[in-house]
């Protein structure tokens, strides 16, 4: 399922406007921006992330009353920094209640974005997608005209309400569709936003990351983790979340148990586990295969070869100089990617084009 990894409120204006991400480059991994205001005229119209534009944005307003207007912006992994840590955002106003929220297990699909504007009118009132699924993570951003409160709703969080500006988050694991709107408003744009969950699985984890695991079992007493029998290393944990190194000997991607226990009982998660890289290739000097080395290094550079997305020795070859798989710990499938390599025992250089694929 998609999972809230983590919430920053800015809704008073943070003087020093950062954000921290927890979870490096994986698929699935998305930070969606939300922001409602109520302002003559409303203008939030833009923001940034480390000084990039977002993947998609919507911008809404109502039809007939320009004091209300909402910003939804997110960035997909390829548009977020690969290393986990804290990064300037900007917005191009400092007056809407905003929340930034880091999510993962997203099935990279473009989201839904439902967007009305609505005249004067009563409460509750559901807002629907037609595409989303069981596990999806719902998020609101709503401004109202005239001051009402926004009222609780069983399975909803208000992450930020006033009487004139909401932004609401829902994990829809009950497959409900739906938001909801739960207060009667005046002249008021909200706008909605579905990132759908992945294959059904609980989380969308990348070899050789770390991620954070929710779970309900004792607040900070894991004690042991496998993913598909084989033990995963807990770097930290708090409450009832872990950070989970994933660092282990499965070398091909599919669908597998992340068992956490703490001793006493144990829980079992799913995981689409992705594994990224090269596919075989064979070595060859002068129209011939180099043989069987043990010495051959690789360097992967983006397209563009200015970011370096791995730094690989010690690699082997068999008798035809086939290389095997080679996992890259950045970058994503399908990216372009240039290779530069050399095998000192074969006394040969080479370089080549090609592209990362799902191992």
């Given amino acids: 399922m998609t999972s809230i990894i983590s919430v920053l409120d800015d809704a008073a204006g943070l003087a ?93 699909v473009a989201p839904e974005v439902i967007d009305p504007s609505l005249a004067a009118g009563s409460g509750p009132q559901n807002i629907t997608f037609t595409g ?30 006033e009487a004139k500006e909401a932004v609401v988050s829902k994990v829809d694991a009950a497959n409900d569709g739906f938001i909801v709107l739960s207060f009667g408003f005046s002249d008021m744009v909200a706008t909605a936003i579905a990132f759908n969950s992945a294959s059904g699985t609980d989380y969308t984890i990348r070899k050789g990351s770390t991620a954070t695991i929710t779970h309900t079992l004792t607040a900070g007493g894991i004690t042991s983790a496998t993913l598909n029998g084989q033990a995963v290393t807990i770097a930290s944990q708090s409450g009832q979340t872990a950070d989970i190194s994933f660092t282990d000997t499965i070398t091909t991607s599919g669908v597998y148990d992340l068992v956490l ?13 992705n594994i990224i890289g090269l596919t075989a290739n064979t070595i060859q000097k002068d129209g011939a295969s180099i043989g069987a080395r043990t010495d051959l290094e690789l360097d992967v550079l983006d ?35 240039r290779v530069s390599g050399y095998s000192e025992a074969a006394g040969i250089g080479f370089a080549y084009k090609t592209v990362l694929g799902l191992l």
Wanted: aromatic residues 6%.
């Fill in 16 to 108: 020093t406007k950062e954000f921290t991400i927890a979870n490096a480059s994986q698929s699935g991994r998305v930070v969606a921006l939300i922001a409602a205001q109520n302002r003559g005229p409303a203008n939030v119209s833009t923001a940034t992330l480390n000084g990039v534009a977002p993947t998609g944005v919507t911008v809404g307003r109502n039809a007939t009353n320009t004091s209300v207007g909402t910003l939804v912006a997110y960035w997909s992994d390829a548009d977020l920094p690969s290393a986990a840590g804290t990064y300037g955002y900007t917005i191009n106003d400092a007056g809407p209640a905003t929340c930034i929220f880091e999510l993962s297990g997203w099935d990279e």
């Fill in 132 to 161: 989303s699924n069981a596990g999806s993570v719902l998020l609101l951003a709503a401004a109202n005209f005239d001051g009402v409160a926004f009222d609780a709703v069983s399975g909803q969080t208000i992450e930020y309400a």
């Fill in 261 to 273: 226990g703490d001793g006493v009982e144990t829980q079992t998660l799913s995981v689409q586990y």
């Fill in 303 to 337: 397209a563009a070869g200015a970011t370096v997305l791995g730094k690989l020795t010690g690699l082997t070859t068999d008798a035809e100089g086939i290389t095997g798989q080679t996992i890259v710990p950045a970058g994503a499938v399908d990216d372009a990617v």
